[in-house]
């Protein structure tokens, strides 16, 4: 559509939250042999959250 574009905020909320829920169903689908990367992947998935809220807010620059 012609002049509609996705909200700045939109992205890093769905991608965060992707990166979770791909997470925890890798750890299901594995039985847990994938657990060790859990810190890691769910700590930037809440990041990424973390980030697309503050654009939402507006306490976060959208830095680029």
């Known amino acids: 559509m012609p002049g509609w574009e996705l909200p ?3 992205g890093p909320i769905i ?3 992707a990166l979770i829920i791909a997470t925890l ?3 299901v ?3 847990g ?3 060790a990367d859990d810190p890691v992947t769910i700590g930037g998935g809440a990041g990424s959250i973390s980030w697309g809220w ?3 807010t507006g306490t976060v620059a ?3």
């Open 8 to 10: 700045g905020w939109l």
């Open 15 to 17: 991608g965060g939250a």
């Open 25 to 27: 169903a890798e750890d």
């Open 29 to 31: 689908v594995t039985g």
């Open 33 to 35: 042999a994938g657990i």
């Open 54 to 56: 503050g654009i939402l």
């Open 62 to 64: 959208l830095g680029f």
